[in-house]
């Protein structure tokens, strides 16, 4: 071998463990639908960047709609979200973070920066992650839970979510029957979950 293929090999090697160990240490994202892929309406106005990051809050929701388990049926569903956050609830765009469908997708709302509409006290310091459906008397199905369990360990190795985040149901920090009883107590088995605000 002359000494250039050596390096050669050296360096190969090197990028080969630089990258076996970033490989070892990421998180999959889920597979999340862009805002122009779902066929989000632009907000009315600018919205303003979360106050901390990274968060230090995740917030589960419901929507306390019917749920959708094909990628179309959860587009036309949250684009009504949309409309109904902008023209009722004079938002400016759809109020949450993400939303997450039973058809194990995982649609971008306001994203991993910007300010939420979806819990008064948290809107500035947290995720608000809404699953389309309503969760009072069932569980969401296996595809949705994955999809949102996913997406915070995913915010989390990308430093949008704090480490040692706090997860709360909509409920505990207002008062509302949101994310739905059956929803509520199944989170309540999620890493991080808290019984504490
Ligand atoms: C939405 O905003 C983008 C980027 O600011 C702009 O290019 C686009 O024309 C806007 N769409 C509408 C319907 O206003
Ligand atoms: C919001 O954050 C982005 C970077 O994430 C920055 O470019 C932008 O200036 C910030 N906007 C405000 C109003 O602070
Ligand atoms: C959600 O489900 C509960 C229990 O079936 C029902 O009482 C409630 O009206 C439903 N919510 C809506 C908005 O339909």
Redesign the pocket.
């Given at each position: 071998m002359n000494g250039r293929r050596d390096a050669g090999f050296l360096l190969g090697l090197q990028v080969v463990i630089l990258f076996g160990h970033r490989t070892v240490n990421s998180v999959e994202p889920p597979n999340i639908i862009s805002r122009s892929e779902w066929g989000a309406r632009n907000a009315t106005g600018p919205i303003k960047n979360l106050s901390v990051g990274p968060t230090p809050y995740v917030l589960i929701h419901h929507s306390?709609?019917g749920g959708c388990i094909t990628q179309a049926l959860c587009q036309a569903k949250i684009r009504l979200i949309q409309n109904y956050h902008i023209n009722v609830r004079h938002w400016g765009d759809i109020g949450y973070n993400f939303l997450v469908g039973e058809d194990g997708n995982v649609y971008e709302g306001r994203g991993w920066d910007k300010h939420g509409a979806h819990s008064k006290f948290y809107n500035s310091k947290s995720i608000g992650i809404c699953i389309v459906g309503?969760y009072?008397?069932r569980e969401p199905n296996v595809a949705a839970v994955r999809a949102t369990k996913q997406l915070i360990a995913y915010g989390a190795s990308i430093d949008k979510i704090s480490a040692t985040y706090t997860l709360l149901g909509h409920k505990q920090t207002a008062p509302t029957l949101c994310p739905?009883d059956k929803l509520y107590e199944l989170i309540k088995s999620w890493p991080h979950w808290s019984p504490t605000t």
């Open positions: 306390d709609t309503n009072t008397r739905g």
